[in-house]
T-cell receptor, first 111, second 113 residues
Framework: KQEVTQIPAALSVPEGENLVLNCSFT??????LQWFRQDPGKGLTSLLL?????REQTSGRLNASLDKSSGRSTLYIAASQPGDSATYLC??????????FGTGTRLQVFP | NAGVMQNPRHLVRRRGQEARLRCSPM?????VYWYRQLPEEGLKFMVY????????ESGMPKERFSAEFPKEGPSILRIQQVVRGDSAAYFC???????????FGPGTRLLVL
């Protein structure tokens, strides 16, 4: 059974820091992995999607890597800003229709 | 190009009442997924539907919950005889195919008193 774990559960950093969020999954047979952002009381915004054949994806200050064999992904946020404060969710897609989510990392960036 | 729409955004029900949650997929999408987020928990898959068909309902509770996606109109998640434990955020996602990216709606927050 696929399980997704995110570490740390919460993170508080000063503005300007580079930071890394971690995601691990137990079954390497995945179709893709996706990182989302969720603001309080809001829906999910897709940040990056990495196909199983890819090693990383970049969008602006965000970079996500995937090591399928070891069951790990990292989301790197460069030069963090207060507007980055949110919960970040990692989700893997097995070779099926559903997404399996981690419980998220709650990030707070203070000025 | 409107995204995934869900209504209502907030719903309050008393124990024993029925809750109906609606989801309109993105234009051109015929695949709909429902997820539930319980307080302080991650999102959990509930059901996957295509037009007029339930494809995968492995995450649906066995009783009181049902879902449909008719030929015309939105997908509906129906919860009968709600209990306090049903209080959660219910998210809908849509895609153009089962292998394609899922786009999420803003969610419906259900509160059962």
């Amino acid at each position: 059974k696929q399980e997704v774990t995110q570490i740390p559960a919460a993170l508080s950093v000063p503005e300007g820091e580079n930071l890394v969020l971690n995601c691990s999954f137990t079954d390497s047979a995945i179709y893709n992995l996706q990182w989302f952002r969720q603001d309080p009381g809001k829906g999910l915004t897709s940040l990056l999607l990495i196909q199983s054949s890819q090693r990383e994806q970049t969008s602006g200050r965000l970079n996500a890597s995937l090591d399928k064999s070891s069951g790990r992904s990292t989301l790197y946020i460069a030069a963090s800003q207060p507007g980055d404060s949110a919960t970040y969710l990692c989700a893997v897609r097995p070779n099926t229709d559903k997404l399996i989510f981690g419980t998220g990392t709650r990030l707070q960036v203070f000025p | 190009n409107a995204g995934v729409m869900q209504n209502p955004r907030h719903l309050v029900r008393r124990r024993g009442q029925e809750a109906r949650l609606r989801c309109s997929p993105m234009k051109g999408h015929s695949h709909v997924y429902w997820y539930r987020q319980l307080p302080e928990e991650g999102l959990k898959f509930m059901v996957y539907l295509q037009k007029e068909n339930i494809i995968d309902e492995s995450g649906m509770p066995k009783e009181r919950f049902s879902a449909e996606f008719p030929k015309e109109g939105p997908s509906i998640l129906r919860i009968q005889q709600v209990v306090r434990g049903d209080s959660a955020a219910y998210f809908c996602a849509s895609s153009g195919g089962w292998q394609e990216t899922q786009y999420f709606g803003p969610g419906t927050r259900l509160l059962v008193l």
